[in-house]
């Protein structure tokens, strides 16, 4: 052990070590490399051991992202989507892809309320419905940490945000979109991570003001 974790052992572990009443002698390195490499202390009633500063899955460049999504932002529509994003990581902040989706919907009692109204007087809504879209990616990974879960394992976790640029049809329509994705994602392993993320997008039909998308995500991402 170097010097430099013999000081941060005096002044950092033993009170950690006194504190949680555990025997030094359970102090344990899983990793040969972890002398040369820098490590968090982690400490349990029960043991207390080193974990070496990697990032899993760090090496994989290639991600899939199968995503269901639910939008709550409209007020006449519930919009559904099945989404599949592919990225690339051109490091472990940056990444750069492509992301399309295909929309389901239903009408929200709103809808119905005012279509009957409307109805009686020969009126008809025309209540534009999303059907398909395509959108670039740009990610970006600022923060990436450690998540204790229920004290049985340890799981990285990144936060990232997705600048989105591209399009929705609607019918004939071709309307351009853009927006944000923020997610958060807990890798289960260097293949394999869960997703939870919001969106929101903002879209500009011709001739009506800028309309906002605002729903949830969430799916597994698959690493190659």
């Known amino acids: 052990m170097s010097r430099k974790q013999n000081i941060f052992l005096s002044l950092v572990l ?17 990793s040969p490399e972890a002398a040369n490499r820098p490590v968090f202390a982690l400490a349990t009633n029960a043991d207390l051991y080193y974990e070496t500063h990697t ?10 992202r199968p995503m269901l999504g639910y939008e709550f932002s409209h007020p006449y529509l519930q919009i559904y989507s099945g989404n599949l994003g ?3 990581r051109l490091n472990p902040i940056l ?4 992301e399309g989706s295909l929309y389901g ?6 809808l119905n309320l005012l279509e009957r109204e409307l109805g009686d007087y020969g009126f ?3 209540n534009p419905r ?11 990974t600022p923060f990436s940490s450690l998540t204790n879960l229920f004290s049985r394992s340890v799981l990285v976790t990144d936060m990232s945000v997705s600048l989105r640029a591209g399009f929705t049809k609607y019918g004939v329509d071709v ?6 994705l923020f997610d958060v994602n807990f890798e289960l392993s260097k293949q394999v991570a869960l997703l939870v993320g919001m969106n929101w997008d903002m879209e500009k039909f011709s001739g009506q003001p800028i309309q906002s998308r605002v729903g949830v995500r969430f799916g597994p991402v698959v690493k190659f």
């Open 130 to 140: 999303p059907l398909w879209g395509a959108v670039s990616v740009f990610r970006i």
């Open 124 to 126: 008809h809504l025309n």
């Open 105 to 110: 919907y239903a009408n929200r009692d709103s």
């Open 86 to 88: 592919v990225l690339y």
């Open 55 to 64: 990032v899993s899955g760090a090496d994989q460049k290639i991600e899939i």
């Open 95 to 98: 990444a750069l892809g492509v």
């Open 175 to 180: 309307v351009p979109l853009g927006g944000f």
């Open 14 to 30: 033993t009170p950690l070590l006194y504190a949680n009443d555990v025997d030094p002698a359970q102090i344990r390195e899983l």
